[in-house]
């Protein structure tokens, strides 16, 4: 559990792998829309993370991204093709989660943010208003991903399946066993820069000339997020994480205390109580000055009359003590 930076101070589980920082899912929202978003439990597991699109294999950042209840977010053109590659027959609790299977449509009774944005989202397309529970749209007035998105998605498909299937009959093996270990040596060449394989296979010319080119999808390995220096010259109070468990000074206590004492009120609780309670905490921080400046000046007097002969009695003339 921590506590979202927003102005909100919302307790959450969350955490932004690229930020971070525990996230409310308003933040999530609003600021973190293509950020990697899992539990702090699984953060602590496992803090690896990889910003890409599992659908394509691309950078999230490239394209508009929808988020679905269980946090994990892709590409929303990719998430479209996705869905209508299923038959039109699919009940709503066929369409899941690529990455974890937990259904895709919100539940009717949740009220979040990240699910009234994905109900936003999946409303103006058909095959999700038959989920949601919604009149279907007439083909002008669905709002699908630009046309130009969809054809890269699906061309990178078809061309995956392409290779797939005329790759196989091309295999000269001996065995059923290294016609599989080439397989997987032909397709570890081609997304790794690993050391190369020690089978040998014969690829068509077209098929190598494709490899060679710049359109097939290459998912690349995770880039290390490079934070930037916070500039803290500025009077802003920036809250640190290595400073959360800093104990804090008195200074800042009473400023702390008092800024909530002396900010104006909200219109709803707005009147005239809240001003005597400014005049009687001003009034009570006066008296305890001038009570601790009477203390402090008795303590001086006392110090500078500690020594001084004249009060002494038994140097006074006056004053004759008789021994019994």
């Known amino acids: ?153 699906e061309g990178d498909a078809n061309v995956n399946n392409q290779i797939l299937t005329n790759s196989s009959p091309m295999l000269h093996q001996s065995s059923p066993s290294r016609k599989i270990s080439g397989v997987n040596s032909a397709f570890n060449s081609v997304n790794s820069d690993s050391s190369p394989a020690s089978s040998v296979i014969n690829v068509d010319d077209n098929i190598g000339d494709y490899l060679e080119s710049d359109s097939f999808p290459v998912s690349e390995p995770p880039q290390k997020r490079v934070f930037e220096a916070l500039d803290v010259s500025k009077g802003e109070q920036i809250d640190h994480d290595e400073n959360k468990y800093k104990r804090r000074s008195a200074f800042e206590w009473f400023s702390r205390w008092w800024k909530n004492i002396s900010r104006q009120p909200s219109r709803s609780h707005r009147g005239g109580g809240h001003l005597y309670r400014r005049y009687w905490m001003a009034a009570l921080l006066v008296a305890i000055g001038l009570l601790t400046l009477v203390v402090i000046f008795s303590k001086l007097g006392r110090m500078a009359t500690a020594n001084d002969p004249n009060l002494d009695p038994l140097q006074n003339p006056n004053i004759r003590i008789e021994n019994n």
Request: net charge neutral; with cysteine; charged share 20%.
């Open 1 to 153: 559990m921590g506590l979202c930076k927003c102005p909100k101070r919302i307790v959450t589980n969350l955490f932004c792998y690229e930020h971070r920082v525990n996230v409310c899912e308003h933040c999530m929202v609003s600021n973190h829309a293509k950020c990697i978003v899992q539990s702090y439990l699984n953060w602590l597991h496992d803090s690896d993370y990889n910003p890409i699109c599992e659908l394509c294999s691309k950078d999230l950042a490239s394209d508009d991204c929808l988020r679905l209840t269980c946090y994990h977010v892709f590409h929303w053109a990719c998430l479209d093709h996705y869905a209508r590659q299923l038959p039109p027959t699919t009940a709503p609790a066929g369409y899941t989660c690529p990455t974890c299977k937990a259904m895709l449509f919100p539940p009717p009774n949740l009220v979040s943010p990240v699910a009234d944005v994905l109900r936003q989202v999946l409303a103006g397309v058909n095959w999700a208003r038959t989920g949601l529970g919604l009149p279907l749209l007439s083909e002008d007035r669905e709002q699908k991903p630009s046309a130009e998105i969809r054809e890269a998605t």
